[in-house]
T-cell receptor, first 115, second 108 residues
């Protein structure tokens, strides 16, 4: 089966600019996650979707980050305006159900550099 | 915050078994132990999970102590491609919370 697709692979922007990341999960996977991974740290959950509804966005900095999952398939994560500390890898993952026993499949991520 | 403690780094000779420890002394009765690994420039990859019993699959074995307060991931014959950061995660039915993991270096 095809994996989780993410684009772009790399992005460099200046602070205060906006940026968007795209994720296409595995076909049929109802649950989608966005994680932020700062260099040297483990991934940190930003938001969880179940189909096209938000389940958990408690760690999403909502003053500058937004995410949507239209039609319960693809998802976009946006940052506006970006700050230097947003430099990180943004990982998208999907699972067949919300339960962990089904395992998460991660994409390769988008590496964002804010200068 | 992560509920597990792992050594920051380990080395293993190629072809030997790699034994990665994890302490999870506050684990609850309904929480599983999960292991993921992250190879450089890739997203994390699921390895194995367990509740009480030892588990084995094509990638690794998971040994969980009887009191469930610690576990060990075993890669029976480590290869250079097993060089990665290995994450031990304890969770019930909530999203995965990653710590810093153990950086395993397999040496030729």
């Amino acid at each position: 089966e095809a994996g989780v697709a993410q684009s772009p692979r790399y992005k460099i922007i200046e602070k205060r600019q906006s940026v968007a990341f795209w994720c296409n999960p595995i076909s049929g996977h109802a649950t989608l996650y966005w994680y932020q991974q700062i260099l040297g740290q483990g991934p940190k959950l930003l938001i969880q979707f179940q189909n096209n509804g938000v389940v958990d966005d408690s760690q999403l900095p909502k003053d500058r980050f937004s995410a949507e999952r239209l039609k319960g398939v693809d998802s976009t994560l946006k940052i506006q305006p970006a700050k230097l500390e947003d430099s990180a890898v943004y990982l998208c993952a999907s699972s067949a159900h919300s339960g962990l026993l089904y395992g998460y499949t991660f994409g390769s991520g988008t590496r964002l550099t804010v200068v | 915050d992560a509920k597990t403690t792992q050594p920051p780094s380990m080395d293993c000779a190629e072809g030997r078994a790699a034994n990665l420890p994890c302490n999870h002394s506050t684990i609850s009765g309904n929480e599983y132990v999960y292991w993921y690994r992250q190879i450089h420039s890739q997203g994390p990859q699921y390895i194995i999970h367990g509740l009480k019993n030892n588990e084995t699959n094509e990638m690794a074995s998971l040994i969980i102590t009887e009191d469930r307060k610690s576990s060990t991931l075993i890669l029976p014959h480590a290869t250079l491609r097993d060089t990665a950061v290995y994450y031990c995660i304890v969770s019930g039915n909530t999203p995965l919370v990653f710590g810093k993991g153990t950086r395993l270096s397999v040496i030729a």
